[in-house]
């Protein structure tokens, strides 16, 4: 229970104020609830989860009316067998405490277990127990194993890798051992109805000696059917021996404590079966090598005895053998002399043709080449671009005397006039003017208007106008 109110013994004399600075009144607050608030479970749903590089794990614990920041530090966080994960319901053991930095309120935790998995862990708890005192789980239940059966029945996922794991340690250890596969599901609702009805399946079938019920590792949800009291009942009312083999080493379910034998993982489940005949094959074939051993021995004698009985002839033999094979080996050695010179007389003159070949295509000798081609190219290259660049300043030269001989400025220069109309038509002739018209008359150095005068406005080709100046 929580306490009623925090007694933070702030007793002052009412004729005085006390002034507190903020981390001394915020220590004061936090070892107040440090004290009253050391363990406690708060349940409430992980939101804004969030590991730090540290190692510790932050995250804020709320449900419909109220939030409570959580920090899991490094040490409790790699005790967790889940992940904290945002949305899960969980349950937190721990302690108050105030973050001074922020003066902020927080649960250190200690422990955190998700809702639900905590029910199967007591239903397991409660199951074992019930399950013990009726002895299910007593020594003197337990049937033997036989120690070379000929055929095993394997209950497990047709598709999982724990089959092919038990059939290649099979193959390997006892090739004529028989495998009988009665596929059953290995977690989900109906799993446990199907392993018990493949327990029966098998007890029914004569030719089975031994029933290895199997899976891989998994959660506590994942490993629920072996944890059912239906399996447990099955295996202990067989009547074949049946071996556990579920999860890994450090999982331990209520089929494992009910079954005559219970094997760490389905591997080690398929060496224990097969230990007898294996051990049968290891002393077999160490026997077999002891009597190869022997038998060498024994004709290494024999063949000693046999040469030191007829020693003197045997000399006389050797030393012909050993005659014939010294003459063979100066045959030998001087053909192969021959030979040898030969090879070595050809492998040099190779070595000379592919050094003057090496030589011949040196890449040193090709880039001096490619310098010197390059060394021109670039000579004429510059020469033609000196020789265009001439061609093009002289025409360049021609066509702006030729522009400026047919600039109309050239022609006013010389003494001509531009007449402009007032609509921006140039006059022609005195027949497209009338008195009272304004024109504007370009000199090479400016312009002027001027008004056609109206008394002189009836004009005919070849007569002059009189203009009045503005």
């Known amino acids: 229970m929580l306490p009623a109110q925090l007694d933070f013994s702030f007793e002052e004399k009412a004729s005085e104020r006390r002034i507190w600075p ?7 607050v936090g070892a107040q609830l440090e004290r009253d608030y050391i363990d406690v479970w708060v349940e409430g749903e992980v939101s804004n989860h969030r590991a730090a590089p540290s190692g510790h794990v932050y995250f804020t614990l709320k449900d419909a009316e109220a939030q409570l920041p959580v920090v899991l530090f490094r040490r409790q966080a790699s005790l967790l067998r889940f992940r904290p994960e945002d949305g899960l319901h969980v349950v937190v053991r721990g302690r108050l405490s105030i973050y001074q930095q922020r003066g902020q309120l927080q649960l250190v935790a200690e422990l955190l277990e998700p809702v639900g ?39 497990t996922s047709p598709t999982g890798a724990v089959i092919r794991d038990f059939l290649n340690i099979v193959s390997r250890r006892h090739s004529g051992l028989n495998v009988l596969l009665v596929p059953a599901s290995v977690q989900g609702e109906g799993a446990a109805a199907e392993i018990e009805s493949a327990i029966e399946t098998l007890n029914r079938n004569s030719g089975v ?44 379910t209520i089929s494992d404590f009910v079954a005559d034998l219970r094997a760490p993982t389905p591997s080690a489940a398929a060496e224990l079966i097969t230990e007898a005949q294996h051990r049968v094959f290891e002393f077999v074939t160490n026997l ?50 021959v030979d040898l010179g030969g090879k070595l007389r050809r492998a040099s003159q190779h070595v000379a043709r592919l050094e003057s070949a090496v030589r011949h295509h040196d890449p040193r000798r090709q880039l001096a080449q490619v310098k010197l081609d390059l060394r021109s190219l670039d000579a004429r290259l510059e020469r033609a671009v000196e020789r265009g660049l001439r061609t093009s300043s002289a025409d360049c030269r021609s066509m702006l005397a030729r522009l400026h001989a047919l600039s109309p400025k050239a022609v ?28 504007t008359t370009h000199l090479s150095d400016g312009t002027f208007q001027s008004i056609v005068n109206k008394s002189k406005s009836r004009m005919t080709k070849g007569r002059s106008a009189q203009a009045e100046g503005e």
């Open 22 to 28: 903020v981390h001394e009144l915020v220590n004061r």
């Open 412 to 439: 006013l220069d010389r003494g001509y006039a531009l007449v402009q109309a007032q609509d921006g038509t140039f006059v022609r002739s005195v027949a497209n003017i009338a008195g009272g018209d304004r024109l």
């Open 288 to 337: 077999a090598f002891r009597a190869e051993r022997a038998s060498r021995y024994h004709l290494l004698v024999a063949r000693q005895r046999l040469e030191s009985s007829r020693a003197e002839s045997a000399e006389w033999r050797m030393r012909g053998i050993l005659q014939r094979l010294d003459q063979r080996l100066d045959d030998s050695a001087a053909r192969i002399a």
């Open 209 to 252: 000696d031994v029933i290895v019920v199997a899976r891989g590792g998994g959660s506590l949800e994942d490993l629920a059917a072996f944890n059912s009291e239906r399996v447990a009942r099955a295996i202990f009312a067989s009547t074949l021996p049946i071996v556990s083999a579920v999860g890994h080493e450090t999982d331990f």
């Open 117 to 155: 998995l905590g029910s199967l862990q007591l239903a397991f708890e409660q199951l074992k127990l019930r399950l013990r005192a009726e002895g299910l789980f007593n020594s003197d239940q337990k049937k033997a194993l036989p120690a070379f059966p000929k055929t095993v029945g394997v209950i």
